[in-house]
């Protein structure tokens, strides 16, 4: 079995920065992709950024420029580097993890952006 756990969510003022961080455990051997999602009320769970075992990596077109992903392979665990944060970041994140043939999700983190 495998274990995800966010942390790091909170309320932010628009303009300022959070960092998620997400970690694994349990029965792994590789994780091949960690990744970021987030669904705010109402609307469905989109991709925020995701990174490959190889360190490629992916951002939405929303995120680009604000939003670093990043991951720690000995330790299983991958961060979200949010800056320049907007309103419409408002949502809850959720941190998912590709350990085959499975895909694992946390409980999400919430990530209250201010005006």
């Known amino acids: 079995q495998v274990q995800v756990v966010e942390s790091g969510g909170g309320l932010v003022q628009a303009g300022g920065s959070l960092r998620l961080s997400c970690a694994a455990s349990?029965?792994?051997?590789?994780?091949?992709?960690m990744g970021w999602y987030r669904q705010a009320p109402g609307k469905q769970r989109d991709l925020v950024a995701r990174i490959t075992i190889g360190g490629t990596t992916a951002h939405a077109e929303s995120v680009k420029g604000r939003f670093t992903i990043s991951r720690d392979n000995a330790k299983n665990t991958v961060s979200l580097q949010m800056d320049s944060l907007k309103p419409e970041d408002t949502a809850v994140y959720f941190c998912d993890a590709d350990v085959r043939p499975r895909t694992y999700w946390g409980q999400g983190t919430q990530v209250t952006v201010t005006s």
């Open positions: 349990g029965s792994i051997s590789r994780i091949d992709v």
